[in-house]
């Protein structure tokens, strides 16, 4: 079955390291995107890329940094400079430009630092 | 800019009733689209729904209908014959044609569904 994967479920760090949240897809999508959500708030985007090699900031960037190697990957690093990490992390995916396509979502990682 | 605004924090419904979550929203584009997902306790996003800026009729699927009304900028879901199981978050979102399939999202609706 075509989804999107997020790995892991749950990630536990200290403050001061970098972590890395993984996001593979399957679907064969040009455009994949990372969300962050804190308790009972919607989404913020944090950066989105629509092709390989190619990505853009979201409205909440700083502290975060990606990379699109290939069109399945689209890993999203919270840095040290990240003020308030702790949040759930959504990558979804989508076809590119077609705005009636609607998002793909994986199922998140919920990341605690302290 | 785009923005989305969801007035309920909360809902309640009584099982088999139907439910009304309101969305207005604010753009300068004259091309965008309207998303609703659902969010279960489990965290997953699901898509419930689309309507597109220049769809005549208003979007169904299956239990779910899209009341636009595009001159007052509202897009509310509208859920017949609730069931337990849609006690969950339900977002409003929206796209723009000029800036890809990128969704700005609101706040968030939890509706609870009493037996």
């Known amino acids: 079955d075509g989804g999107i994967t997020q790995s892991p479920k749950y990630l536990f760090r200290k403050e001061g390291q970098n972590v890395t949240l993984s996001c593979e897809q399957n679907?064969?999508?040009?455009?994949m995107y990372w969300y962050r959500q804190d308790p009972g708030q919607g989404l913020r985007l944090i950066y989105y890329?629509?092709?390989?090699?190619?990505?853009q900031k979201g409205d909440i960037a700083e502290g975060y940094s990606v990379s699109r190697e290939k069109k399945e990957s689209f890993p999203l690093t919270v840095t040290s400079a990240q003020k308030n990490p702790t949040a759930f992390y959504l990558c979804?995916?989508?076809?590119?430009?077609?705005?009636?396509?609607?998002?793909?979502f994986g199922n998140g990682t919920r990341l605690t630092v302290t | 800019a785009q923005k989305i605004t969801q007035t309920q924090p909360g809902m309640f419904v009584q099982e088999k009733e139907a439910v009304t979550l309101d969305c207005t929203y604010d753009?300068?584009?004259?091309?965008?689209?309207l998303f609703w997902y659902k969010q279960p306790s489990s965290g997953e996003m699901i898509f419930l729904i689309y309507?597109?800026?220049?769809?005549?009729q208003n979007a169904t699927e299956g239990r779910y209908s899209l009341n636009f009304q595009k001159a007052r900028k509202s897009a509310n879901l509208v859920i017949s014959a609730s069931q337990l199981g849609d006690s969950a978050m339900y977002f409003c979102?929206?796209?723009?044609?000029?800036?890809?399939?990128?969704?700005?999202f609101g706040g968030g609706t939890r509706l609870m569904v009493k037996p």
């Open positions: 979804a995916s989508s076809i590119r430009r077609k705005p009636n396509s609607p998002l793909h």
């Open positions: 679907l064969n999508h040009d455009a």
């Open positions: 890329s629509q092709i390989v090699n190619d990505f």
């Open positions: 753009t300068s584009d004259q091309s965008y689209g």
């Open positions: 309507q597109g800026s220049y769809d005549e």
């Open positions: 979102a929206m796209s723009s044609n000029n800036a890809g399939n990128m969704l700005t």
